[in-house]
């Protein structure tokens, strides 16, 4: 008298299934059949969303991103979004079977600016998932040079939605190409960092690294995320060649004094600071 349920997984995307109840009774040896009963079967359910590992920028300008798989089994392609501005859109859909992944985009602007992306899945049923939430944006580092204190001011943006979240940046910096070898300069939590005592007339490239605050079994950082190379020059001033005090003379009865003096006018100079002393 009791009802009878079974519960059947099945793997199609879309196909007609039909069911139907079989009973054996043993003492007469024979098999009682049901009516059949079935109905199309289509597969709507999203697979899980991927996540982002991190995103680089590599030493040509490329962007480098490390994508972790989905919990859904059946996922078998990643789609690679940007943001424009206003909404994602889609770059690029990429076979990976549901397997980590390292993408490279080519077709990066990020030598200009900070670039912003997520990803999502589609499963064997061409279901696709929400777009990650852990959206990561490359770090963009800008260097400027002042002539007068020899220094180098670099800034950048923070890194956003880092696993396990942003330790440190690494300043880095090459005094041979844009290539390297890069030599550690300092580490600091802000997002800007002042390089002191450059050499006039000489060439420096810089890059940031932010590092996550996981460790590896090495117990070295498991999680980074590389800015751009930016070049400088650190052009040296033009002096003149020379700055001759011709004559100091009292202006009475005003009691002013007149100062009268002489350069080199085949460099061009900003401004002039005039001193004065009882002594000397």
Known sequence: TAAYSFSDTI???KDSI???VELY????????????????????TKPGTPLLDSVSVDINGNVVMGINPSYSHDTKYFVIYKWNGSSWT???????????????YTNSNSTNS?????VAAIDSCGNLSLIANNYQKTIYVQA???????????????YINMTGGVNHYEVLY???????????????TATVYIHKNLIQGANYW??????????NVAGRDSITSSSNVVPLLTLAANQPSYVYLSDVTVLNPAEKIAIKWYVDKTVRVGGFTVYRADTY
Request: proline content about 5%; some cysteine; overall charge neutral.
């Open 11 to 13: 793997s199609v995307c």
């Open 18 to 20: 039909n069911y139907r």
């Open 25 to 44: 009774d043993p003492v007469l040896s024979c098999t009682s059949v049901s009516n059949i009963k079935g109905n199309w079967f289509i597969d709507q």
């Open 90 to 104: 889609a770059i690029d859909t990429i076979w990976t079977n549901n397997m980590p992944t390292i993408y490279t």
């Open 114 to 118: 900070s670039e912003e992306f997520s």
């Open 144 to 158: 400027t040079f002042d002539v007068c204190s020899k220094t180098a001011s670099l800034t950048w943006n923070p």
């Open 174 to 188: 090459s005094t041979v190409s844009k290539f390297g070898p890069f030599i550690h300069l300092a580490d600091t």
């Open 206 to 215: 810089y890059r940031i690294r932010a590092h996550s605050n996981l460790k």
